[in-house]
């Protein structure tokens, strides 16, 4: 039994994964996985795709370096897919949205190439992650919250700490 959830927080990106998990990892003592950090720190890849400008996961492998702190509970898995998680890791699924001018300004900020920039956008149009997490998990897990500006940001924050903090409730012996 976890003695603190495990959250994945997911969108395509851009959308405010890292900057809502290292906001929610200092309100409640979760600790921030940044599946990024882990594939480049841990080597869960097989190279860098050139493509899609991005490491080649290794999922097997991302799921082994990850295993024994997610088994652990108080994880916030920062990551732009989900599916990969078993279902019985994952107590909440936070699926991020923004509108798309926004979503283009944030990403045209991080120079990303036009062809990179239009897949990211399509992607949040199409809802790509959205119905990832809700094909990949139970319909309860999964909230979709938008972060546009910074007060709803915070209210996702106030959302999610007050949610964390009701599962400790109901899950203590
Ligand atoms: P991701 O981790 O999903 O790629 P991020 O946390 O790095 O996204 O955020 C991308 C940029 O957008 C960054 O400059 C912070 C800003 N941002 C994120 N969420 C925001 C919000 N709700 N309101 C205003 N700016 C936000």
């Known amino acids: 039994m976890r003695q603190a959830p495990n959250i994945i927080v997911t969108g395509t990106p851009g959308?405010?994964?890292t900057t809502h998990c290292e906001s929610l990892a200092e309100r409640t003592g979760l600790r921030h996985v940044?599946?990024?950090q882990v594939v480049k720190?841990?080597?869960c890849h097989e190279g860098w795709s050139d493509e899609f400008q991005s490491w080649i996961v290794d999922e097997d492998k991302?799921?082994?370096a990850i295993e024994d702190d997610v088994a652990a509970g108080g994880c916030i898995i920062d990551w732009h897919a989900c599916d990969l998680f078993p279902r019985s890791w994952i107590d909440l699924v936070v699926v991020l949205r923004v509108d798309s001018s926004t979503l283009y300004d944030r990403l045209k900020a991080r120079n990303y190439a036009e062809a990179k920039l239009q897949e990211?956008?399509?992607s949040e149009i199409m809802e790509?992650?959205?119905q990832e997490a809700r094909e990949a998990y139970d319909e309860e897990v999964v909230i979709e919250l938008t972060s546009n500006t910074s007060d709803e940001m915070e209210s996702n924050i106030d959302r999610i700490e007050a949610w964390v903090r009701q599962w400790k409730a109901d899950n203590s012996q």
């Open 15 to 17: 959308v405010g994964k």
């Open 34 to 36: 940044s599946v990024n």
């Open 41 to 43: 720190d841990k080597q």
């Open 62 to 64: 991302l799921l082994d």
């Open 120 to 122: 990211n956008l399509d």
């Open 128 to 130: 790509v992650l959205l």
